[in-house]
């Protein structure tokens, strides 16, 4: 008998155990991979999740992830403040334009879009206010398109092997 159980977010134990999973592979890829990106590292695990649960599990389950990839990052002393917006509106931005195209090329255009420009104008005030810093959306933005970029490929590469074995057409029907 297979567990259909449904949340209060209308979201099965199967997904949510996905998403769990999703949130390690971003925290512990974040803790192995990254680069020197002009002023700053970046971490491209995280968008090539992002853009990886956004064509498999959807745009909210995406944008969850990356909260929680945030979350975790920050309170372990591995990421800062500004992995909540890098993260979760390039999620966001993947998630919606795969849902509303099925194209999966949309997904890393939305993950690049979302954070490398409109994560790295967000962060400006955020950061000002958050984390007492003055800076322009040019100090943010290099390290945003590099770290986006470079995850985004990364992750239509895997999420497009993925659909293509039965395994990761089972995980889209979640």
Known sequence: MENTKKHS?????K???LMTVFTAVAVAGSTFVSFPAGIARAYPIQHAVNVIAAILLGPLPAVIIAFMTGLVRILTGTGSLLAFPGGMIGAALAGL????SGRTWLAV?????GT???ASLFAVPY?????G???TAFFFMPPFLVSSISGAVLGIIVAVRLQAVPAGKRLQSY
């Open 109 to 113: 255009v939305g993950e690049v879009i």
């Open 116 to 118: 490398g420009i409109i």
């Open 133 to 135: 810093t003055t800076v």
């Open 9 to 13: 977010a209308g979201i099965s134990t």
């Open 15 to 17: 997904k949510l155990v």
């Open 97 to 100: 334009l795969y849902k509303y």
């Open 127 to 131: 950061a000002a206010i958050l984390m």
